[in-house]
């Protein structure tokens, strides 16, 4: 006769046996994941380089590098505003427009007598932090989507930014500031410092602040961090303010490097490659997602990838074609991304 005791006993220790063999086999599985994340893109960036240099010899040398890393620093600086605001779950698509107007009032400022010149600094972050301000409310205090209060900020101040320089570029050719833009430390460029300076701060306010942890709530699930006594209203004015204070910066060194300001063209589709950098980085569309080292990572692909096509001879309407393409393939990754850790 059979014994149904001992069968149902030999059945559930097959079960324990392959539920033992499955959760080290999860564990490494997810160990793997958390090692790919950890790793981001840097791998891209590194072949990107080598892909480069094996086509133009020129990539690697010590004046092409200070190049890529001089055009990569307004972005980063851009990007890492954008970061914050992504965190959240929006978007900050009015950024280029900012950069744009605090550089034509900062180079107008600049014209000031004297050490006055110098105001003109303050001027654009003073600039680029009340744009941020006016967006934070209407999406925080207002309840307004952000898509739709920074699209028609990117047309509105766009506009602004053409009025203040009489539809023209301003120039000042003794710019008091121009050590920014051109300057450097120990060899180091003012841009580049600036740009560092900017994402040890940020990483320092989202991984070691209580703000920091705050944000990634917000971005996580706003209606539980409200439940749990978060103000987000105040949450998301911090970061929108903080966006446009940084396109501030951006159009602060901007104006410093070119010694003039134009506001039709000046920052024109910059809030996508700063878009394209933070998606690169990991820091998903949906919010609570990422981190401001990625974001740097993904600032320098996109500053490589358009000094590299121009090193090779690839023309600028290819460079447009291409960099779309990147930022579409940034989007779809992080929908892959998504879909990978919701099975894991």
Not at 21 to 46: D, E, H, K, N, Y
Request: hydrophobic share 55%.
């Amino acid at each position: 006769m059979s014994d149904p005791a001992g069968t149902a006993g030999i059945d559930a220790d097959r079960r324990v046996a392959t539920q033992g063999g499955a959760a080290p086999a999860r564990s490494r599985r997810q160990q793997l994941r958390a090692t790919f994340q950890a790793i981001g893109m840097l791998p891209v960036l590194v072949l990107l380089c080598v892909g480069f240099d094996l086509l133009n010899g020129r990539f690697a040398s010590l004046g092409n590098a200070s190049i890529v890393l001089q055009q990569a620093s307004i972005n980063v600086v851009l990007a890492a505003g954008m970061t914050f605001v992504i965190l959240t779950g929006g978007i900050d698509l009015s950024v280029g427009s900012i950069l744009a107007a605090a550089a034509m009032v900062a180079v107008i400022a600049s014209k000031l007598s004297g050490a006055l010149g110098l105001l003109g600094i303050l001027a654009g972050l003073g600039m680029g932090l009340a744009f941020g301000v006016a967006n934070g409310l209407l999406v925080a205090v207002v309840g307004l989507p952000s898509f739709i209060v920074t699209l028609g900020g990117l047309t509105a101040i766009r506009g602004f930014a053409r009025l203040l320089g009489g539809d023209s570029t301003v120039f000042n050719s003794d710019l008091p500031f121009a050590f920014i833009g051109n300057g450097v430390v120990a060899g180091v460029p003012w841009l580049v410092i600036i740009a560092l300076a900017v994402i040890i701060i940020s990483w320092f306010i989202l991984r070691r602040t209580v703000l920091g942890m705050r944000i990634y709530a917000v971005g996580g699930n706003p209606d539980a961090a409200r439940l749990s006594g978060i103000r987000v209203w105040w949450v998301l004015l911090f970061v929108y303010s903080a966006s446009g204070l940084l396109a501030g910066l951006g159009g602060v060194m901007s104006a410093a490097r070119l010694y003039a300001a134009n506001g039709l063209q000046l920052g024109q589709s910059y809030e996508l490659d700063a878009i394209a950098a933070v998606i690169l980085g990991g820091t998903s569309f949906v919010g609570g997602i990422g981190g401001i080292w990625g974001t740097l990572v993904g600032a320098l692909i996109i500053a490589v990838l358009t000094n590299g096509l121009t090193l090779v001879g690839v023309s600028d309407i290819w460079q447009f074609i291409i960099k779309g393409l990147v930022i579409i393939g940034a989007v779809a990754l992080d929908r892959f991304r998504l879909k990978s850790g919701a099975r894991t």
